[in-house]
C-alpha cells in the first residue's frame, strides 16, 4: 500500500507545471544577455505545459509591457481575441 502511494505522488509530482519564476531562472541563467519570454513560452510549449492558440488571422498581441498587455485586454473584451481552437 504504501509503495502504490509514493509511485502516485511520483507520478503526479513529475506531470506538475514548474513554476514561472523557475522556469524564468533556469532559462535567464542559461541565456544570459540572450534570454527574452520567448524562451520561457518555448519551455512550457516544449514540455506540454502550455499549448498554442491562433488567436486570429494575423493577430500579435505582445504582452511584455504594461502598455502591450492593456492593448489585448481590450482586444479580448472587444471579442477581437477569441478562444476557439483552430
Do not use: H
Not at 32 to 42: C, L
Not at 72 to 84: D, F, V, Y
Request: net charge positive; hydrophobic share 35%.
Amino acid at each position: 500500500m504504501v509503495r502504490n502511494v509514493k509511485k502516485i505522488k511520483e507520478s503526479v509530482k513529475s506531470k506538475l507545471t514548474p513554476s514561472f519564476w523557475i522556469v524564468q531562472d533556469e532559462e535567464s541563467e542559461k541565456l544570459g544577455e540572450d534570454f527574452s519570454i520567448s524562451a520561457i513560452t518555448r519551455k512550457y510549449v516544449k514540455n506540454k505545459n502550455a499549448k498554442v492558440r491562433n488567436i486570429g488571422k494575423g493577430t500579435w498581441v505582445d504582452c511584455g509591457t504594461p502598455d502591450g498587455l492593456l492593448q489585448a485586454s481590450l482586444m479580448a473584451k472587444n471579442k477581437e481575441i477569441t478562444t476557439r481552437r483552430d
